[in-house]
């Protein structure tokens, strides 16, 4: 109740909406796969001629970084730009 309420003063549309409260799970990357739980993005496999591309185990921060990621992601599809070494898939091994 008090982040909807509080949501309606940063998005008037959202003010004095209600709805049955809910529960879920967030995806994140432990610290013993990624130092710091920083998200993924990229090719999966990592190496190799990948067919998927990710963006995975953002937790509590997929509002802020999603976008960006995102960015980075359709960049790297279509123009072969480079996509953030911290977050790469690149610098996991793939599956075994």
Partial sequence: DTLMHEAGFLVPA???????????????VPDAVRHGRLPL????PPAGDARVWVIAGLGGRGLLTAPLLAG???DALLFGAPLSREAS???????A
Avoid: C, I, K, N
């Fill in 14 to 28: 959202l003010a004095g909406v209600t709805g049955r409260p809910s529960a879920g799970l967030r995806a994140h």
């Fill in 41 to 44: 993005v990229g090719p999966w």
């Fill in 72 to 74: 980075d992601l359709a």
């Fill in 89 to 95: 898939t690149a610098r996991l091994a793939g599956p």
